[in-house]
């Protein structure tokens, strides 16, 4: 089951209980803490199978035209099982209906040679996002930064 969340607190309840499962890609707790905060301000999707809390995307709006996918996750016990591709859908079927033409994401760019996020940009361009814009400045030089976005309902 798929909803979107309006409580604060729950938001900020599932934000925490999914990233603490996802340590190798939230494992600085200063920018942990800070998207638990930031969340109670942006539209909340949260899935759940038989009432456990499998993932959840945070939206924010870029501009009138660009959905930024703030912050998400999926409970690792639930990777590669197809419930992040419901999730993203279910990103795509928001922004259309609320009028965005694009969805976009920052990620860790291929520079750095992390395992996790190769699997993470993987997806996405699965989900037909493509590299549009590669910095050492957006985070920090240690964090490469790549923005990748799709265009909506094609």
Not at 2 to 19: A, N, P, Y
Not at 25 to 44: C, H, L, M, R
Not at 91 to 98: N, P, Q, T
């Amino acid at each position: 089951m798929i909803k979107e969340i309006t409580d604060v607190l729950l938001k900020q309840s599932i934000c925490e209980e999914v990233l603490r499962d996802l340590p190798e890609w939230f494992g600085i707790e200063e920018s942990t803490k800070q998207y638990i905060a930031d969340v109670a301000n942006y539209p909340f999707i949260a899935m759940y199978e038989d009432n456990d809390v499998v993932g959840f995307y945070s939206l924010r709006e870029e501009n009138k035209d660009t959905l930024d996918m703030f912050v998400l996750g999926t409970k690792k016990k639930y990777h590669g099982l197809g419930y992040g591709t419901k999730l993203q859908e279910y990103v795509f079927e928001y922004a259309l209906k609320h009028n965005y033409k694009y969805c976009m994401v920052l990620t860790l760019s291929k520079a750095h040679k992390d395992k996790g996020y190769a699997l993470t940009r993987d997806f996405y361009h699965k989900m037909g996002f493509v590299d549009v814009y590669e910095s050492n400045k957006i985070w920090d030089e240690s964090n490469p930064t790549q923005i990748m976005i799709k265009r909506i309902g094609e």
